[in-house]
């Protein structure tokens, strides 16, 4: 957890409400997410800041803790831990392709065109596997290791930002 003392001096920055103070508050939030993170006992699978008026976003897998699980005290006293989700038995781990920029994810070249990869396709680090549009820019959405697609995530034509799953990904073996 961020020291008291950094949450204070967060808090009291915002209270201020003076625009020359917001180097001050970022560099109060920078100290408490980096707090936080070196006491996360696994890296978070998304953070998302914003700087004006400062929003700051950290989510962990399995980590989806609901405020009645919260309020309930558990058996022992102590507070509920989040646990990663397990994988299924007998399934291969998943990893995922993420999207390296806000936009429009397309699955295909053009429409009506064959898509780059579909389920079960094995794919190689720099194999593309869909493009993004920003801005009337297409950029390419590739693999950055061996692996097979599994399923997609996000649709295509839909909006994703940066750092969604796109697609999941069986590693391939030694790879």
């Not at 409400?17 to 998304?46: H, Y």
């Not at 102590?78 to 920029?101: K, S």
């Not at 997609?152 to 034509?157: D, E, K, R, W, Y």
Request: charged letters at 20%; hydrophobic letters at 40%.
């Amino acid at each position: 957890m961020p020291t008291p003392d950094s949450v204070a001096t967060l808090d009291a920055l915002l209270s201020d409400g003076r625009p020359d103070s917001l180097p001050s508050v970022l560099e109060a939030a920078k100290t408490s997410m980096i707090e936080l993170f070196s006491e996360a006992p696994v890296p978070p699978s998304a953070v998302r800041v914003t700087v004006g008026p400062v929003t700051i976003e950290m989510d962990w897998p399995g980590a989806r803790t609901t405020a009645h699980e919260l309020a309930a005290p558990s058996q022992a006293g102590t507070a509920p831990v989040a646990t990663p989700a397990a994988e299924p038995a007998g399934q291969p781990p998943l990893d995922h392709i993420h999207a390296p920029t806000v936009g429009v994810f397309y699955r295909a070249p053009e429409p009506g065109a064959k898509p780059f990869v579909t389920e079960g396709d094995t794919v190689v680090p720099g194999q593309q596997v869909g493009l993004i549009e920003a801005m009337k820019l297409m950029i390419p959405v590739e693999s950055d290791r061996h692996g097979v697609i599994g399923e997609f995530l996000q649709p295509n034509a839909g909006l994703v930002e940066y750092g969604d799953p796109l697609c999941s990904l069986v590693p391939a073996d030694g790879r």
